[in-house]
């Protein structure tokens, strides 16, 4: 495609854009020193973006309701959020140093800012002694037991001018302008929107004026020319995602239709909003502002953007409207466009693993492009257990200010041994720098685990990256690099050849020894993937063994692709214990029969994943699958809930009684075993033991099973040493 109308200039209010690319605001959580100051990590991250191509880039969340909403502080009055509320100049310096360094590439860069967390933000301020707050009396997201009682109208207005006051500083420091972080269930969503605000007395219980007030405050402040785009849930569609009885039970009946989130952007419009980037859901379908891997490709673009890019045209009303969701196609972002659903469209994640994604598209280089696989372990699960914003498929994304790949001042040979993510990661990145490099692999093809997990419909992504993988790997194999596939090496086949060898050859699958294992008939997880999960004719009972997100996705996906009964048994309290919450979320959603990866109802399962938590696999019979599980075992379809990390203490979980349990026999005719592997090592220390080269290394599966951010990670670090 020639992709003309990704690369036409626009305009939000009088702020003219380059092109039609626009980086999505993703947190920049622990990226600013604890006052809020940006570092270089920040800087450096953002600038590397406008390096490639993006037109506008959106900074993370900024909030500005310190000393009201209790959640956005840390000890000490610290954050782990950047700051630019109040007048502190020692956190201007770092704003305007952001500015000044995206400008440098002709793009275009606005501030996100956000009213607070709220009810969804971390509970630990209630066991600090602090009282929690929200637009009404609400239940933490984490801890439900724990309440948020509602802001007087003093502070709420006094979050109104700080709003104003940040803008200014932002203005100040050189930003172009605003977005408004109005949606997703966060503080501004809570004060705007019938689940969370019911106040029935004052200037807020109009659910649209807290909005107003800020649009107005920031206006008021810059000058009617500085641009303000407001980040809207066009709805929240709880309704949709969970049907009536849990909607009227969990969230009283209340949401924002369409209709009512199409006539409270007309509102601000009026106000002086310029543009809307328009999404779906909030913190309890989370999977809706953040599209798992799983979702097809714009799953609700036409629905939402496309809607309100119609409804604007109807009522003649001058705002753009900027499409949000699983863009990184760049024949779909183009095909947004030329339908008209809407003026702009984001790109979060992608830009993350591939900086330039739009340097590439416009040169027409699809194909080297890095593509997002989905699983949202750097970019989102790592800050969630106190890290910063990185990415699983680009091991410099967030460490921009501190990676750098320079030409190795002594040239080695070296031999790589396994070409999954890992290995193919180690292989680019020593041939980059110079050295002399073979990559020996047992199979065909490169990508490794990931292999298994890309035969599946809903890892579209992953089969996409593998894909991608394989033309960059076919492409530096006649640039230099050496591949030898369908090889299985030995120790004599490297010993005393080379001067580096890196062990990524992977993991072996675990199969436990179960009393009458034999009197059904089964499969590893792996073989069964790679086997094209073809299962007997007759089978079609299945139980799988082991409920983490490999045996969840097998048990969704035999149940969605082949209408197979399926049960899951997982030993731990919760099925995918560890998962990111928006693909753990939407996996459960999907497997209890609520939805699909087309997010369309009518494709949700007949016949939902039954699962059994809490529980374990004792015996076989013909026929049968019996389980000890445990009788207070809880609900494991709850995904409106959250897992919080193990190092936040939740005072009103209670360990289960593990003597209380019951047998139960599952109906089988197939069992399959998704029980993980152990780190194939044996070859690494044979290696060591037998001083085959003077350096020696073992990433990725081959020293600690993980995933594919670790193994990625782990080969980058040691390429870039050697």
Same mark, same amino acid.
Request: with cysteine; hydrophobic share 40%; aromatic share 10%.
């Given at each position: 495609?020639?992709?003309?109308?990704?690369?036409?200039?626009?305009?939000?209010?009088?702020?003219?854009?380059?092109?039609?690319?626009?980086?999505?605001?993703?947190?920049?959580?622990?990226?600013?020193?604890?006052?809020?100051?940006?570092?270089?990590?920040?800087?450096?991250?953002?600038?590397?973006?406008?390096?490639?191509?993006?037109?506008?880039?959106?900074?993370?969340?900024?909030?500005?309701?310190?000393?009201?909403?209790?959640?956005v502080s840390e000890d000490n009055d610290t954050?782990?959020?950047?700051?630019?509320?109040?007048?502190?100049?020692?956190?201007?310096?770092?704003?305007?140093?952001?500015?000044?360094?995206?400008?440098?590439?002709?793009?275009?860069?606005?501030?996100?800012?956000?009213?607070?967390?709220?009810?969804?933000?971390?509970?630990?301020?209630?066991?600090?002694?602090?009282?929690?707050?929200?637009?009404?009396?609400?239940?933490?997201?984490?801890?439900?037991?724990?309440?948020?009682?509602?802001?007087?109208?003093?502070?709420?207005?006094?979050?109104?001018? !700080?709003? +104003?006051?940040?803008?200014? %500083?932002? *203005?100040?420091? $050189?930003?172009?302008?605003?977005?408004?972080? =109005?949606? &997703?269930?966060?503080?501004?969503?809570?004060?705007?929107?019938?689940?969370?605000?019911?106040?029935?007395?004052?200037?807020?219980?109009?659910?649209?004026?807290?909005?107003?007030?800020?649009?107005?405050?920031?206006?008021?402040?810059?000058?009617?020319?500085?641009?303000?785009?407001?980040?809207?849930?066009?709805?929240?569609?709880?309704?949709? !995602?969970? +049907?009536?009885?849990?909607? %009227?039970? *969990?969230?009283? $009946?209340?949401?924002?239709?369409?209709?009512? =989130?199409? &006539?409270?952007?007309?509102?601000?419009?009026?106000?002086?909003?310029?543009?809307?980037?328009?999404?779906?859901?909030?913190?309890?379908?989370?999977?809706?502002?953040?599209?798992?891997?799983?979702?097809?490709?714009?799953?609700?673009?036409?629905?939402?953007?496309?809607?309100?890019?119609?409804?604007?045209?109807q009522e003649k009303i001058d705002a753009q409207?900027?499409?949000?969701?699983?863009?990184?196609?760049?024949?779909?972002?183009?095909?947004?466009?030329?339908? =008209?659903?809407?003026?702009?469209?984001?790109?979060?994640?992608?830009?993350?693993?591939?900086?330039?994604?739009?340097?590439?598209?416009?040169?027409?280089?699809?194909?080297?492009?890095?593509?997002?696989?989905?699983?949202?372990?750097?970019?989102?699960?790592?800050?969630?257990?106190?890290?910063?914003?990185?990415?699983?498929?680009?091991?410099?994304?967030?460490?921009?200010?501190?990676?750098?790949?320079?030409?190795?001042?002594?040239?080695?040979?070296?031999?790589?041994?396994?070409?999954?993510?890992?290995?193919?990661?180690?292989?680019?990145?020593?041939?980059?720098?110079?050295?002399?490099?073979?990559?020996?692999?047992?199979?065909?093809?490169?990508?490794?685990?990931?292999?298994?997990?890309?035969?599946?419909?809903?890892?579209?992504?992953?089969?996409?990256?593998?894909?991608?993988?394989?033309?960059?790997?076919?492409?530096?194999?006649?640039?230099?690099?050496?591949?030898?596939?369908?090889?299985?090496?030995?120790?004599?086949?490297?010993?005393?050849?080379?001067?580096?060898?890196?062990?990524?050859?992977?993991?072996?699958?675990?199969?436990?020894?179960?009393?009458?294992?034999?009197?059904?008939?089964?499969?590893?997880?792996?073989?069964?993937?790679?086997?094209?999960?073809?299962?007997?004719?007759?089978?079609?009972?299945?139980?799988?063994?082991?409920?983490?997100?490999?045996?969840?996705?097998?048990?969704?996906?035999?149940?969605?692709?082949?209408?197979?009964?399926?049960?899951?048994?997982?030993?731990?309290?919760?099925?995918?214990?560890?998962?990111?919450?928006?693909?753990?979320?939407?996996?459960?959603?999907?497997?209890?029969?609520?939805?699909?990866?087309?997010?369309?109802?009518?494709?949700?399962?007949?016949?939902?994943?039954?699962?059994?938590?809490?529980?374990?696999?004792?015996?076989?019979?013909?026929?049968?699958?019996?389980?000890?599980?445990?009788?207070?075992?809880?609900?494991?379809?709850?995904?409106?809930?959250?897992?919080?990390?193990?190092?936040?203490?939740?005072?009103?979980?209670?360990?289960?009684?593990?003597?209380?349990?019951?047998?139960?026999?599952?109906?089988?005719?197939?069992?399959?075993?998704?029980?993980?592997?152990?780190?194939?090592?044996?070859?690494?220390?044979?290696?060591?033991?037998?001083?085959?080269?003077?350096?020696?290394?073992?990433?990725?599966?081959?020293?600690?099973?993980?995933?594919?951010?670790?193994?990625?990670?782990?080969?980058?670090?040691?390429?870039?040493?050697?």
């Open positions: 495609m020639s992709y003309h109308k990704i690369f036409e200039p626009g305009k939000i209010g009088k702020c003219k854009i380059k092109n039609r690319i626009i980086m999505a605001p993703m947190g920049n959580i622990n990226m600013a020193d604890p006052i809020g100051r940006p570092l270089p990590k920040m800087i450096d991250y953002f600038v590397e973006r406008a390096k490639g191509g993006t037109g506008l880039l959106i900074t993370g969340l900024t909030p500005v309701s310190y000393g009201v909403d209790p959640t954050t782990y959020f950047p700051r630019i509320d109040g007048s502190s100049r020692t956190r201007m310096s770092g704003w305007r140093d952001l500015a000044a360094g995206v400008h440098s590439f002709d793009a275009k860069i606005f501030i996100q800012l956000t009213a607070g967390l709220g009810r969804v933000g971390s509970p630990e301020p209630f066991l600090k002694g602090k009282l929690l707050k929200s637009a009404s009396v609400n239940k933490n997201f984490y801890v439900p037991q724990l309440p948020h009682l509602p802001f007087s109208n003093r502070q709420i207005k006094k979050i109104v001018k !700080s709003f +104003g006051q940040s803008a200014i %500083n932002a *203005k100040v420091s $050189g930003f172009d302008g605003v977005q408004l972080h =109005g949606h &997703e269930g966060y503080l501004m969503d809570q004060l705007t929107s019938a689940p969370w605000n019911r106040r029935k007395l004052g200037r807020y219980s109009n659910k649209f004026q807290f909005a107003i007030d800020v649009v107005r405050e920031i206006k008021k402040t810059c000058g009617e020319d500085f641009p303000i785009i407001y980040r809207v849930d066009l709805t929240q569609g709880l309704r949709e !995602s969970y +049907g009536e009885e849990i909607f %009227n039970k *969990k969230f009283r $009946g209340m949401e924002r239709t369409i209709e009512e =989130g199409l &006539e409270f952007c007309r509102v601000l419009a009026e106000a002086g909003v310029d543009a809307f980037d328009v999404d779906k859901g909030c913190y309890d379908n989370w999977f809706w502002p953040h599209p798992p891997a799983y979702f097809n490709d714009i799953p609700y673009v036409e629905e939402m953007a496309g809607r309100l890019k119609a409804f604007f045209k409207v900027i499409a949000v969701g699983k863009l990184g196609d760049p024949d779909k972002a183009e095909e947004v466009l030329e339908k =008209g659903w809407a003026d702009f469209f984001m790109l979060g994640r992608p830009l993350l693993a591939d900086p330039y994604w739009p340097q590439k598209v416009r040169e027409n280089r699809v194909q080297e492009i890095i593509h997002c696989i989905g699983d949202q372990e750097g970019c989102i699960q790592s800050f969630i257990l106190g890290g910063h914003p990185c990415c699983t498929v680009n091991p410099y994304t967030g460490f921009e200010d501190t990676k750098r790949l320079e030409k190795a001042e002594k040239i080695k040979k070296v031999a790589i041994i396994g070409a999954g993510p890992g290995g193919c990661e180690a292989a680019k990145t020593a041939l980059a720098r110079g050295h002399q490099v073979t990559l020996f692999e047992k199979t065909d093809r490169v990508g490794g685990q990931l292999v298994a997990g890309g035969k599946m419909k809903i890892k579209h992504d992953v089969a996409k990256y593998l894909s991608n993988l394989q033309y960059q790997m076919d492409l530096l194999s006649k640039n230099g690099l050496e591949i030898k596939y369908n090889t299985f090496v030995k120790v004599e086949d490297l010993k005393g050849k080379y001067d580096v060898i890196i062990c990524a050859n992977g993991l072996t699958p675990v199969i436990p020894e179960l009393e009458g294992k034999d009197l059904v008939r089964s499969v590893g997880a792996r073989e069964l993937l790679l086997n094209g999960m073809k299962l007997p004719d007759d089978a079609r009972k299945v139980t799988v063994i082991g409920g983490g997100v490999v045996g969840c996705e097998v048990a969704f996906s035999l149940a969605y692709e082949q209408g197979l009964e399926v049960t899951v048994v997982e030993m731990l309290p919760h099925l995918m214990t560890g998962t990111v919450h928006a693909n753990r979320s939407m996996l459960l959603w999907m497997m209890m029969g609520k939805g699909a990866p087309s997010g369309r109802q009518e494709d949700v399962l007949q016949v939902p994943v039954k699962a059994f938590t809490s529980s374990k696999v004792v015996r076989f019979a013909k026929g049968k699958t019996f389980i000890m599980a445990n009788r207070k075992r809880k609900d494991p379809y709850t995904p409106w809930t959250t897992l919080i990390p193990d190092n936040i203490h939740n005072p009103f979980d209670r360990p289960l009684n593990p003597k209380n349990v019951e047998e139960i026999a599952i109906d089988t005719d197939f069992v399959i075993y998704a029980t993980g592997g152990r780190a194939d090592d044996l070859l690494y220390y044979e290696l060591l033991k037998q001083k085959a080269a003077p350096e020696v290394y073992c990433i990725g599966d081959a020293r600690t099973p993980g995933r594919a951010w670790e193994a990625i990670t782990s080969a980058n670090e040691v390429a870039r040493f050697i």
